[in-house]
């Protein structure tokens, strides 16, 4: 009986998901149908977008979206380097569909970095990368980023210490021994980005990361590593074993 009653439900799925009637579906339709697993990117990106304008359906405003290239990625990726203007120059996008979709970039950055955090201790340099690569590879300027940990390398707090130009972020060992004093930590990681997408350290990572490597010695907080984000690569000084012991 059990295995009748699967047949019957395959029979029925296939005719409702392999009609010519679900095809035709709107995305929002197709998503109670179905859910949204079953939609392309661009049926998911429509229904935020929800309505079209003039002769273009929101389907087909999502198709141009993740078309556009701002001289980086296309599709969804694209969507984190994308400006407001670049968004509102697709026609029947606005400013308040722009800043949604922005904002929906922005939650998929922060839920990304949340659910590796989750539990979980800071084990090598290769897993504190890729739970910041996807946050910060998309950044258009240098962004430096400091964390905090206890003896055991479980993170105590995340501080952004700068935000600069697209070629450099300023940071002091002042201010980065300031944070990790007043967290109470026992080690630190630091973060930046290089826009360019090349991970390779300049003189000035390099002298900076050997002078906060020196001063963790003397203060008893030990540089665990200096890690470079670039687009999907890093550059650890750490596992190229270049902080001063």
């Known amino acids: 009986m059990r295995y009748i009653r699967k047949v019957k439900m395959n029979t029925i799925n296939n005719k409702i998901f392999g ?8 995305p929002y339709e197709r998503f109670i149908s179905a859910g949204p697993e079953c939609l392309t990117d661009a049926e998911l990106l429509a229904i935020i977008i929800r309505t079209g304008s003039g002769n273009s359906s929101p389907i087909e405003i999502a198709h141009e979206i993740l078309s556009l290239s701002n001289g980086k990625e296309r599709g969804l990726n694209g969507l984190f380097s994308l400006t407001l203007d670049e968004l509102k120059s697709v026609h029947g996008i606005g400013e308040v569909k722009a800043v949604k979709l922005k904002c929906l970039t922005e939650l998929a950055k ?8 989750s539990g979980t201790f800071f084990e090598s340099s290769r897993q504190i990368a890729s739970i910041y690569m996807e946050k910060m590879r998309h950044e258009e300027r240098e962004k430096a980023v400091l ?20 070629n450099s972020a300023l940071v002091s060992p002042r201010d980065i021994f300031t944070h990790a004093l007043k967290s109470g930590a026992s ?9 360019s997408g090349d991970p390779t350290p300049s003189r000035a990572d390099a002298e900076l990361t050997n ?30 074993g270049l902080l001063w012991q």
């Open 187 to 195: 080690c630190i990681v630091l973060l930046h980005n290089h826009p």
């Open 211 to 240: 002078k906060i490597s020196e001063s963790g010695n003397m203060l008893d907080i030990r540089l665990i590593d200096h890690i470079i984000i670039g687009n999907q690569s890093y550059y650890s000084f750490g596992e190229k």
């Open 110 to 117: 922060r839920m990304a970095v949340q659910s590796s955090f």
């Open 19 to 26: 009609s010519s009637a679900y095809k035709e579906m709107l």
């Open 147 to 166: 964390l905090c940990l206890n003896n055991k390398h479980k993170l105590i707090n995340e501080s952004v210490l700068s935000i600069g130009t697209v």
